[in-house]
């Protein structure tokens, strides 16, 4: 009988077990697999484990034009609404213009107005106009000036003999001051680069050039000098040397020890002579070298004030190829006026009309037509403050269209994309400039709705205060060009300006922003001078004058860029160093006020109103701020202590020779704003952004002499920087 042990007994099932338990636990198991794919693929992590996507591929060449005609029929839709708010504000802005060109008719009615003595005078001003432009070729100056003085005599005069309340006329004659605008810009780049003009600094340059080469040639006569000095000593040092090798021989050939004796005595004084020779040898030949480099130096002075004169020379010649352009731009303007006022007169002149229900606009012919209702809106808002000006100080309407001026922002012309059509380089050139048509559409509407509101409000307060009210008006014309929100990228500025020989451009301290757009004034200006603050002192380097280039001064630049033409100083000056581009040299920066939460972007801080350099005030976190000053290497400037939520001020001085018109490239990480002068040039977008060089260009009046700078940067968070640039393309 075998033995088993309890291994091999059957046992019963245990209780609670599950029959088939292989297939439950395949089942679980497959249960977790799918609970945990779902997992993956409803998170992120989906995109690691799934196939790599296939690369994108390029659009064909009909994909290219679909996708185009897509993005220029949105464009053109939404560029369309904004054309038919732009007519609606004209209409309204028409209604404006003719009921108070009525009240002006009913108060004074035209008397001397004839349009066809105005044809008449149109005509000569066109032929004396084109005679100036003929002798500027010549050029002859004086009868030059004589033929611009008698087109300006001749415009004048058709001016004042077209009826300028009759509508028909009254566009011609809101075009006519443009015209007499450009002759007047002809005429001042023709005066800058006349005889007159020039002479007091080109004989300047020459006497500067006669003195370097009269030094230049007394230092060439003394190294001659030196130069014979030096052969005479060498004779000498050879003669004393010949005495010597005789010595030196006879003591060879001697055998009696006292005259032997006597000889080394006479070689040993011989040639302490000859190392005397020796020894003036080498002062006269280290004289001679130090002349060389004298020379040298009075020859490269001598050469610099020769450039001197070349770049006087090219000054002149640029001047006058910049007078000859804006003269032909006023021939060319004078010419269509002249055809317009025919078509006046003869009832053939046609209103622009909006585009029909069903027609079809490109983005091109809309942005024009919006161009064209910008125009006719900013000239119904001039007439309409003209007209109001009249009724005020009792003057003709002609004469108060001269003194009112509206600046229309320049608006940049539409070009061709580059690049072959139907690839995706042209695809995306076209979708940005159809981006611009669009920004600068909208800043369109923005203008004029901000017209609009503007003679509304001064019509509901009409009769109160007028004056007052007109500079009231006069500071939001400017506070309105100042910001990028109402005036885009692009504005000038100067027509506000006061020219330095009819007032003073400095102001006093006053409240900034919204109010009448001054800042930091001339009163609190030198507060806390520090040494080198004046045009040649610590704070610059060297001088910049204006470049010789294609720009004309008052066409903003195309390009901003920071190359090695660019001059980092605080004075423009003629003799200068030739630049496109130049940045103040230094600056003084103070900072942070507090901004929590950006809730003080608005708030005015001391430096707006009064810029005393040995101040200090309680800043942000109730810290103790104070000025300092900050030397720029490059246009970008950022404080030593930028942190987030704060706001900076930074000012400095640009030195001028003479009072001139340019272009300010500026920008700004977050808000920005520029007070030049004690005048608000700009205020930035309030929205977080990068900085970048060309973020906004704004054509104002630097005076001669100093000119104070106030830039205000406000930080979200973040980093922060700001910058300008100004262009010296004159």
Known sequence: MCASGPGTRNRPAQAGSRPGGGRWYLGALALHAAGLAALVWL??????????????RSLSRDEVRQVRETVEKATAAKVRRQLERLDEIRREMAAMEAERLERLREAAPETAADPARALVSMRRAEEAMRRGAAEMEAPEEPATLASLDEADQQLAAAFEQLPALDPRYRPILTELDEVRSLQDRARQAWTRGSVDAAGSELGEARDDA???????????????????????????????????????EELAAETDPRKRERL?????????????????????????????????????????AVAGIEAVREEVDESRATAAEWQGRAIGAQQELIDRLEAAMHGTAAEPSAPAAGETVTPEQAYARALQREREITGAYKTWRAAELALLREMPLGEALR???????????????????????????????????????????????????????RAARHGAGLEVALERERAE??????????????????????????????????????????AGGSDGGDRGARPGDGPDGGGGRGEARFAAGDGDGFTPPQ????????????????????ARWMSPASWYVIGP??????????????????????????????????WDYHPAGRPRVTPRNEEPYGIWY????????????????????????LWVNGRLVWISASRHKDWTLGEALRRVRLQAGRNRLLYRVENGHGGMAFSLCISLNE
Do not use: C
């Open 43 to 56: 998170t992120p992590l989906r995109g690691l484990v799934r196939e790599a996507p296939e690369p994108a």
């Open 210 to 248: 006669e003195r370097r080469s009269h030094d230049y040639e007394k230092k060439r006569a003394e190294l001659e000098k030196k130069e014979r000095q030096i052969e005479e000593r060498r004779d000498k040092q050879a003669s004393e040397e010949a005495k010597l090798a005789g010595l030196v």
């Open 264 to 304: 080394e005595e006479k070689i040993a004084s011989q040639r302490e002579r000859v190392a005397k020779r020796a020894g003036e040898v080498e002062k006269y030949l280290a004289r001679a070298a130090e002349v060389r480099r004298e020379m040298a130096e009075r020859e490269e002075l001598a050469s610099a």
């Open 403 to 457: 003194q009112t001026d509206v600046v229309r922002p320049q608006r940049p012309a539409l070009e061709s994309p580059a690049g072959a059509a139907g690839t995706a380089a042209a695809l995306e050139a076209r979708k940005q400039q159809l981006e611009t048509v669009l920004r600068e559409t909208t800043s369109m509407v923005s203008l004029a709705e901000n017209l609009l509101g503007m003679s509304q409000r």
């Open 477 to 518: 014309e400017r506070n309105r060009l100042a910001s990028v929100d109402l005036s885009g990228r692009v504005a000038d500025l100067t027509a506000l300006d006061p020219s330095s020989s009819s007032s003073s451009p400095s102001r006093g301290p006053s409240a900034a922003g919204a109010g009448d757009g001054s």
């Open 559 to 578: 390009e901003i860029s920071t190359g090695k033409l660019d001059v980092f100083s605080r004075k423009i000056s003629p003799r200068g160093d030739a």
């Open 593 to 626: 006020f507090p901004n929590p939460g950006r809730a003080n972007i608005d708030r005015q801080f001391p430096p707006e109103s009064v810029i005393d350099l040995d101040a200090s005030y309680i800043g942000k976190d109730n810290r103790i701020i104070r």
């Open 650 to 673: 930074a000012t400095t001085e640009v030195w001028g020779d003479r009072e001139r018109d340019v272009w300010l490239a500026l920008g700004s990480d977050d808000q920005g704003r």
